[in-house]
């Protein structure tokens, strides 16, 4: 409804009826013009009412959506089901063209406009999290590994004579995989045991760039969210030997978005030294679903390079949802949902200790860890060698999901390499664990009712292993007050 519709409706109703109904719709579209003059999240979320609005408007700008369009071409989005319109809210055409994921459509553009809009909200997000020197990102419709291979493929063209990844070990399959895809080599730079953590051999690391040299080097590829008792890289001194070598540096940020000591690290990192991109999940940090990614950077020049790599077009949905989601919550509410998560952090340290000191067991000592915890299962491990992997098993039936059993020795291959105490991001740590993690979303019931299930496990399996708890259990290996991001 534009001004002169709404004048000739007054013709049909009450003009003080349709005037305040046109002031209704002008309240929507001044949050929309907002959006367009700025480019930033919003302080407060939408509605729904004017998330839909404002998706409709955009869809009715792309020409699968024209009245009277006459498509003669291969790729006209149409769609054969109403079902699959309607949940893509008519947005056929994807985003970018088939030079470049960031390229607009002549003829769609109304996704076109989403795809740019949906960048610059993010972009906002970054820095509002903590990375505030950001210059520029994209979102991507593939998952982290993927997109940190788009990364390493970009690089090939920079570095042409290179053929190694340096890589302080993280046990993710896609980490490793992300390289092999691209067609390099992976270092793999064992860790250091700090206490209880696992953390960046810096020293390891500059003796395999000095002894593969800098210029056979494509980049360091660093982690910050980890699962405990490894814990983030030392990015900031990773930064400054990248630096000082003239070696890229990608950062895997896969879940750091929600931990403010992540982004910190991020910023810090970039300021001392060298990052060139740093990528991140979206369904992990902006609870949406699975397939999409940021790639983000501190150079405006390089991350379009990056998204010129893409081949060929890309689906909108990663776009279209983290864009509705952002909408909806508002940068207020994305800020309550982080305050949350680092609340319910502290509150999780306090139950997964006090359980673990019930069984006998500890909460290993991670401060440097902002997501995720670890207790020890030495107990279970002394009696009974199936133990540690049953009470997996025991977890996963009664419907407690993500929480990780690491048993001691187990070897993995992956494309050729063989990783010694795979899952444990070390050849030999001292002791079998269990891993939690308090990330965005999770609730204090979902805490509550883990460590009642837990408990239940434990002592299901000590009843029927006849597995005794240590009279002196090892003593915490640092300050037991839980890290403060």
């Not at 879940?255 to 403010?260: D, F, I, K, P, T």
């Not at 070897?411 to 030999?428: A, L, P």
Request: charged share 20%; hydrophobic share 40%; aromatic share 6%.
């Amino acid at each position: 409804m534009n001004g002169e519709n709404f004048a000739l409706s007054e013709q049909i109703v009450s003009s003080s009826y349709i005037r305040q109904g046109s002031q209704a719709r002008r309240s929507h579209e001044q949050l929309i013009r907002l959006l367009l003059e700025q480019g930033k999240c919003p302080e407060e979320g939408w509605s729904e009412s004017t998330v839909e609005l404002f998706l409709n408007e955009l869809a009715v700008m792309d020409s699968n959506n024209f009245l009277g369009n006459c498509g003669v071409g291969e790729r006209e989005g149409r769609v054969a089901s109403s079902l699959v319109a309607r949940r893509h809210y008519r947005l056929i055409h994807g985003i970018g063209r088939s030079g470049d994921i960031a390229a607009i459509q002549p003829k769609a553009a109304g996704s076109s406009l989403l795809n740019k809009l949906t960048n610059s909200v993010v972009l906002d997000i970054l820095k509002l999290t903590g990375v505030r020197s950001v210059a520029s990102c994209f979102v991507v419709p593939m998952a982290t590994g993927m997109s940190l291979t788009l990364c390493f493929l970009t690089l090939r063209h920079r570095r042409p004579k290179a053929r190694y990844i340096i890589w302080p070990r993280i046990d993710q399959k896609s980490c490793f995989k992300s390289m092999i895809t691209a067609g390099f080599e992976p270092v793999v730079v064992e860790n250091a045991l700090e206490g209880d953590e696992l953390r960046t051999d810096l020293e390891a690391v500059e003796r395999k760039i000095e002894a593969l040299g800098a210029e056979n080097i494509l980049c360091v590829h660093s982690t910050t969210s980890c699962f405990a008792p490894r814990v983030p890289d030392r990015i900031e001194e990773l930064a400054a030997m990248c630096a000082k070598y003239n070696i890229p540096h990608i950062v895997n940020n896969a879940y750091g978005v929600q931990s403010s000591k992540c982004m910190h690290l991020i910023q810090q990192g970039a300021r001392v030294g060298r990052i060139d991109a740093f990528v991140q999940s979206l369904d992990k940090n902006f609870m949406v679903p699975v397939g999409g990614a940021i790639i983000a950077g501190f150079e405006e020049s390089f991350i379009q390079e990056i998204s010129k790599m893409y081949p060929g077009r890309a689906s909108a949905s990663p776009s279209l949802d983290v864009l509705i989601t952002l909408l909806t919550l508002g940068a207020n509410g994305y800020k309550k949902l982080l305050a949350e998560r680092k609340e319910i952090y502290s509150f999780l340290v306090q139950e997964l200790k006090s359980l673990a000191s019930a069984h006998g067991e500890r909460l290993l000592h991670t401060p440097h860890n902002p997501i995720s915890l670890a207790m020890s299962l030495d107990g279970l491990e002394a009696k009974s060698n199936g133990a540690v992997t049953q009470l997996g098993s025991m977890l996963f039936t009664r419907q407690v999901s993500g929480a990780r059993v690491i048993p001691l020795g187990k070897e993995q291959t992956i494309s050729g390499h063989t990783f010694r105490g795979f899952m444990s991001h070390s050849e030999s740590y001292p002791c079998p664990y269990l891993n939690a993690a308090s990330a965005v979303g999770i609730t204090r019931e979902d805490v509550t009712l883990c460590m009642k299930r837990l408990d239940k496990c434990l002592k299901t399996l000590k009843k029927n292993q006849n597995v005794t708890t240590p009279t002196s259990p090892v003593p915490p290996a640092g300050p037991e007050d839980p890290p403060v991001e």
